[in-house]
């Protein structure tokens, strides 16, 4: 069992930025797949950004704005979004899943957070 916790969440205005950060209570943190997901309401959640050992992957929608990092040191997944629009609110979900698995999906990641909330006012 992996305990994830989000954190780094709140109201901001466009054009600003937030970092956010996922927690990961595991020995062998630097062994999963970690993905940031969001879920804007009335809608499906979405794949955000993957971090696969050092590889990195994005949404066509937030590419060039938004940089996933992991620090294996301290067991956390890292998420800094820059240029925020109206259209990133949501809650956003970071997952750990095994090495291999398609990370876009959100279906094989194992565990979750409990999500944290992004608000961009215009």
């Given at each position: 069992q992996?305990q994830?916790v989000?954190?780094?969440?709140?109201?901001?205005?466009?054009?600003?930025?937030?970092?956010?950060?996922?927690?990961?209570?595991?020995r062998?943190f630097?062994?999963?797949?970690?993905?940031?997901?969001?879920?804007?309401?009335g809608?499906?959640?979405?794949?955000?950004?993957?971090?696969?050992?050092?590889?990195?992957?994005?949404?066509?929608?937030?590419?060039?704005?938004?940089?996933?990092?992991?620090?294996?040191?301290?067991?956390?997944?890292?998420?800094?979004?820059?240029?925020?629009?109206?259209?990133?609110?949501?809650?956003?979900?970071?997952?750990?899943?095994?090495l291999?698995?398609?990370?876009?999906n959100?279906?094989?990641?194992?565990?979750w957070?409990?999500?944290?909330?992004?608000?961009?006012?215009?």
């Open positions: 992996v994830l989000e954190s780094g969440g709140g109201l901001v205005q466009a054009g600003a930025s937030l970092r956010l950060s996922c927690a990961a209570a595991t062998t630097s062994a999963y797949t970690m993905g940031w997901f969001r879920q804007a309401p809608k499906e959640r979405e794949f955000v950004a993957g971090i696969i050992l050092s590889r990195t992957t994005y949404a066509d929608s937030v590419k060039e704005r938004f940089t996933i990092s992991r620090d294996n040191a301290k067991n956390t997944v890292y998420l800094q979004m820059n240029g925020l629009k109206r259209d990133d609110t949501a809650v956003y979900y970071c997952a750990a899943g095994l291999g698995i398609d990370v876009r959100p279906n094989p990641y194992a565990y957070g409990q999500g944290t909330q992004v608000t961009v006012s215009s």
